[in-house]
């Protein structure tokens, strides 16, 4: 018996952005062995760039299953030219076409276009598998 799934560019667009914000809440590495010997500094609000008044946002972890989508979704990229990955994680990332076209010089309709392949290439990719 066979699941019959037909992944859209949507869908495959939505869990790239899930994945960049899985990856943005994750806990920074810190690597053991690492460490400074200097005691922990104590930062100022104006250090840390927070204006007076507002508070740091504090980002709760992601859960297992959100961490196990973004790594799903990171396999996906390997069915990808280098840029056209690139071009996906910008995107996914939320940065402005504007500095996307800059990064791969070409205008925006064209950018568009490369990312909508991109993002067609997966999407078959991935309804091919489930057939």
């Not at 869990?15 to 990856?23: D, I, P, Q």
Request: include cysteine; charge should be positive; aromatic fraction near 10%.
């Amino acid at each position: 018996m066979s699941i019959n799934v037909e992944w859209t560019i949507d869908d495959v667009a939505a869990r790239f952005v899930e994945a960049a914000k899985t990856a943005r809440r994750l806990p920074p590495d810190r690597s053991p062995g690492y460490a400074s010997a200097w005691p922990a500094l104590q930062r100022m609000a104006i250090d840390l760039g927070i204006q007076s008044g507002e508070d740091r946002k504090l980002r709760t972890p992601p859960s297992s299953a959100a961490v196990v989508r973004m790594l799903e979704t990171n396999r996906w990229v390997q069915w990808l030219d280098q840029d056209l990955r690139h071009l996906v994680w910008m995107r996914a990332d939320r940065r402005d076409w504007q500095e996307i076209c800059r990064r791969f010089g070409c205008d925006r309709t064209t950018a568009w276009r490369r990312w909508k392949k991109a993002l067609q290439i997966v999407a078959d990719q991935l309804t091919d598998d489930y057939k």
